[in-house]
């Protein structure tokens, strides 16, 4: 919102300051001051629309030669770097800036010169208050507005002192607070007006608006009818439920509360495993006093029933083979890997993670692995507590996130880089590296690590001010005013600035993380500008996630890597109790292309399992085998050993359009589950 401001220094300049080219000085010239008077003419421009430079010493005709200091008497325009150039900071109204020029010969101050220059704007007066009138003033209120929330955004947050003063034409309807007063049931228009001030400068502007007619009973019951029209074939729960708190016009609020929370909370996230468990929710539905209460009834999966629904998703009808490239090789395939079935054959064992360090000893996980299937090879390879560059024995204050890397080398497997992450100086650090064979622990779990790219910024939700309506909604950055679009609405959020003083737009291609708040807005994590990257990124990658490395190198069986990569995961999001939007990419936290591998293959369309898309469902179905059936005894057995293992292993690329079959048998305590699938297998795409 730093524009914002801008405009109202600007406008105060615009009425104390009249625009000239040149000198700015009454008092009778020195021959000092007339020569360089004549020679700034040749310097600033009729109107300044970029940066310039601006000269540092000057020869006079009676042989003198001077060093100029310059200064910006309006650094909110322009300003001055250390070498002597003019940085435009932009504006947003035709304005005039001040510069001051200290002469000096043999190190005395012999003149101080004043300049001023006409500065090209973006937008009149008239514009602004239009954008203002826009953003900041709803075209129609239904119910209480929350005026208080502008200034709080505009000046408090940036420690700027101003004021916004709102007046409504009729407090019988509308309070100047904000407060809908409204009992009629026919529309009805007042005029709400605004006073900006602001370093004693004041914008007034005002905008007519339609106060609905008292449509509550209305608004409810239509609301009612949706909610009932969109979660009515809602009757098993699969997983967490991402309830609703308003309806799909935004009018309402919607308060969920569950008859049973030790199995699903009033949120909709599960927080214990039932099978065939029926739970009632209560939803009261409101608009001002008006309100309704609607009841559903929901049943979790029986036990056959979740054994049946894990093993058809883990299941595909097709598989599309696929060279795996790595991140240096170009031209051609690097690797041979022929890829895998996702088989639920090798798990975690979460005993043996180490979640802290005393100095003097480790403490490990408590919860055992499945003891079903093969347990996933795994060592811990610690950064001595002395090597405080890398491992700063910083404390997390939560762990929200877990971060996906890959190492982005064509030499190292894990080993290498334990080697490496355990004995460098470089100040990079990470807390597992996952290679086809293994898995190694670096830093203890609590522990901050250096692998983000985010600096020391920390997790931190903010509200929006923003409806909640769908997962990860559509954000943009409005250029003009630098606020935050969120699925079309604006926000309460700003965007920060680059390293030249504009408004940064470019985010994230990996997105913002946003969530649902108890109020039912979408609340925003910390983000910040990433000048390396270019890019608006998040926050809470070093201080509040926990970092793993793919390893890509050279010869690795990358399909084995996200095997063991995606149980890790989902055993890290089981143990911190988080869902599966909290998985990030490297490129969340800053902007940098990584995991390059998935990430890459995702953007070229491929549809082979090294896709982000692939990994993401691979985990997807181990944190619901980890959360729900725990006990789950699985064995796969090949129907065409010669191109599939019992494991999963793909054996050889095929040259066609391949069909192959396996037959799985699962139990869950007393309920068993056998079943063949065929999977056709399509040759490599070149």
């Known amino acids: 919102m730093k524009k914002f401001i801008k405009v109202l220094f600007v406008l105060l300049l615009v009425f104390t300051l009249g625009g000239c080219k040149g000198k700015d000085n009454d008092k009778e010239e020195s021959l000092y001051a007339k020569e360089l008077n004549d020679y700034m003419e040749t310097i600033i421009p009729e109107k300044m629309t970029k940066s310039f430079d601006l000269p540092q010493d000057y020869s ?30 932009d504006s947003l109204f035709d304005t005039v800036a001040n510069i001051k020029c200290a002469v000096f010969v043999n190190g005395q101050n012999v003149e101080e010169l004043n300049y001023s220059i006409n500065v090209d704007g973006e937008i009149s007066e008239a514009d602004f208050i239009k954008r203002f009138n826009e953003l900041y003033i709803p075209d129609s209120i239904y119910k209480d507005v929350e005026f ?42 007042i005029t709400i007006s605004a006073n900006i001030e602001v370093n004693g400068f004041n914008i007034k502007t005002q905008k007519e608006v ?11 019951d239509a609301a009612a009818n949706w909610l009932e029209d969109n979660w009515k074939g809602t009757t098993t729960i699969k997983g967490d439920l991402d309830f609703p708190k308003t309806d799909d016009k935004g009018r309402v609020d919607m308060v969920w509360e569950s008859n049973d929370k030790l199995v699903v909370d009033d949120s909709g996230k599960f927080t214990n495993w039932v099978c065939d468990k029926e739970i009632t929710f209560n939803i009261v539905i409101s608009l001002n006093d008006y309100s309704v209460t609607k009841e559903l009834k929901m049943k979790t999966l029986s036990k056959a029933d979740a054994i049946e629904y894990i093993m058809d998703k883990m299941h595909k009808d097709e598989y599309f083979q696929s060279y795996f490239y790595t991140y240096i090789v170009q031209g051609g395939h690097a690797n041979e890997d022929f890829g ?15 979640l802290t360090d005393t100095g003097s000893s480790y403490k490990y996980g408590s919860q055992s692995y499945n003891t079903n299937v093969k347990e996933s090879d795994f060592k811990v390879m610690m950064v001595p507590r002395s090597l405080t560059v890398k491992r700063p024995l910083e404390i997390k204050t939560s762990t929200e996130f877990v971060t996906c890397h890959d190492t982005g080398d064509n030499k190292f497997n894990a080993e290498e880089w334990a080697n490496e992450v355990t004995t460098s100086s470089r100040q990079v650090s990470w807390h597992f590296t996952v290679d086809d064979t293994q898995i190694i622990q670096h830093i203890p779990l609590n522990e901050v690590a250096y692998h983000a790219g985010d600096g020391g910024r920390t997790y931190q939700l903010r509200d929006t001010g923003v409806k909640y309506t769908v997962e990860n909604p559509e954000i943009v950055v409005d250029e003009k005013t630098g606020q935050f679009i969120i699925n079309g609405v604006g926000s309460r959020c700003f965007a920060p600035y680059d390293e030249n003083g504009k408004i940064a737009t470019d985010i994230t291609p990996a997105g913002l993380f946003t969530t649902l708040g108890k109020n039912g807005n979408y ?86 399992q090294f896709s982000l898309e692939y990994f993401y469902e691979m985990v ?21 050993p010669d191109i599939l293992s019992d494991d999963g292993e793909l054996l050889k690329y095929v040259s066609e359009d391949t069909v192959v079959s396996y037959t799985v048998n699962a139990s ?18 070149n």
């Open 523 to 608: 609340y925003i994590n910390n983000y910040y500008y990433n000048s390396t990257y270019k890019k608006i990124s998040n926050g809470g990658g070093n201080y509040n996630s926990i970092g793993i490395e793919s390893c890509v190198h050279n010869g690795v069986e990358y399909s084995k890597v996200q095997k063991r990569f995606a149980n890790l995961v989902a055993h890290l999001l089981h143990i911190y109790g988080l869902g599966q939007d909290r998985i990030m990419q490297h490129r969340n936290f800053s902007g940098k292309y990584c995991p390059q591998s998935m990430i890459r293959t995702s953007e070229y369309g491929q549809k082979s």
């Open 148 to 189: 208080k929330y502008v200034e709080d955004e505009i000046f408090k947050e940036r420690k700027i002192k101003g004021t916004i003063t709102y007046q409504s034409s009729n407090e019988d309807i509308l309070s100047s607070d904000g407060d809908y007063k409204y009992t009629d049931s026919e529309d009805t228009k």
């Open 668 to 685: 869950y305590n007393d309920y068993t589950f056998s079943r063949t699938y065929t999977t056709t297998i399509h040759p490599k795409d």
């Open 340 to 354: 895998m079935l996702n088989f639920y054959t090798i798990d975690l064992d979460e005993s043996k993670l180490v």
């Open 620 to 640: 997807e179905i181990e944190l619901f085998i980890i959360n729900n059936l725990s006990d789950l005894k699985v064995t796969y057995k090949s129907n065409n």
């Open 60 to 89: 006079f005709s009676d042989g003198s030669d001077a060093y100029l200091e310059w200064e910006s008497l309006n650094t909110n325009v322009v300003s001055v770097s250390r070498k002597g150039k003019l940085m435009y900071l």
């Open 210 to 220: 339609v106060i609905e007619g008292n449509h509550d009973k209305e608004y409810v």
